[in-house]
């Protein structure tokens, strides 16, 4: 809290979320809350004193409170964050400089979650290749690492179930589709770095069993997938789908 008391909230918010970067295998939401607060604390100082805003501390408050809710199991936790979250939603709504894609994303992560629990994995999909292309034509990648490397494998998996006609594939799946291709030319080169090593080979391989129609190595790959600490519960529902998919005999 050193940055705090020096009136330097944003770096502190910095810094909590650096430990919940280091500490993601076991979700420390802790400090993601933390470092949305002091997000949200420098933003209201930055106002207070009259400076000119562009609200990039309200952008680090909504990457802290998004990676958190995706983190976070507890549905009474969950409500509490989402809670804090709307706080910010309505303060952006009357901001007219507020150009961050971070919202939109939020938006549209929710509205695919829910997608998937209806079993609308086509709209699911949609949702999240809009926010890829999206976060790919503002050049914003470098900011949100995590969020694309969720939504990588999910929309991954949702290919797979999916298995659409390349007419009906949008250049960017097509693209993430030979990323995990064994044939593929970057397959042995640090292409894949957004994810874990272990992660990056199940995916590989169960793209090339899907592929290749070898039914056992389907199933079996499925359920080393779904034992990853990483894994969501809308990743492991269309997993469940992957698995039956191809094991209906």
Same mark, same amino acid.
């Given at each position: ?6 009136? !330097? ?22 400090? +993601? ?8 604390? @420098? ?5 207070? !004193?009259?400076?000119? =805003?562009?609200?990039?501390? !309200? ?7 998004? /990676?958190? +809710?995706?983190?976070?199991? =507890? ?12 706080? *910010? ?6 901001? %007219? ?11 549209? /992560?929710? @509205? ?18 809009? *926010? ?7 050049? %914003? ?14 929309? !991954? +998996?949702?290919?797979?179930? +999916? ?24 397959f042995e080169s640090n292409e894949n770095n957004s994810l874990d090593e272990c992660m990056t080979l199940l995916l590989e391989v169960l ?27 809308? /990743? ?5 789908? *992957? ?5 209906? =005999?």
């Amino acid at each position: 809290h050193k940055f705090d008391n020096c009136y !330097l909230s944003e770096y502190a918010g910095l810094c909590f979320l650096g430990v919940a970067k280091c500490n993601e295998a076991e979700g420390d939401v802790e400090a +993601l809350l933390k470092g949305a607060r002091m997000f949200r604390k @420098a933003d209201d100082r930055k106002n207070k !004193l009259g400076f000119i =805003n562009n609200n990039e501390n !309200l952008e680090g408050a909504f990457r802290c409170y998004s /990676q958190a +809710l995706t983190t976070e199991k =507890n549905p009474v936790m969950k409500a509490c964050i989402i809670r804090e979250f709307t706080e *910010i939603n309505k303060n952006l709504s009357v901001t %007219s400089d507020f150009h961050s894609p971070c919202h939109r994303v939020y938006e549209l /992560q929710l @509205a695919s979650d829910n997608d998937i629990q209806r079993n609308d994995f086509v709209a699911a999909l949609d949702k999240l290749t809009e *926010i890829i292309e999206m976060l790919a034509e503002r050049k %914003s990648e470098a900011l949100y690492e995590e969020v694309i490397a969720r939504i990588e494998v999910t929309r !991954l +998996l949702l290919l797979l179930f +999916l298995d659409l006609p390349a007419s009906r594939q949008s250049p960017s799946q097509i693209k993430l589709l030979e990323k995990y291709s064994w044939n593929h030319e970057g397959f042995e080169s640090n292409e894949n770095n957004s994810l874990d090593e272990c992660m990056t080979l199940l995916l590989e391989v169960l793209v090339h069993s899907c592929q290749t129609r070898q039914d056992e190595v389907v199933k079996e790959t499925c359920d080393e997938i779904s034992n990853h600490h990483s894994i969501t519960d809308e /990743q492991s529902k269309i997993l469940e789908n *992957i698995s039956k998919k191809f094991n209906r =005999n």
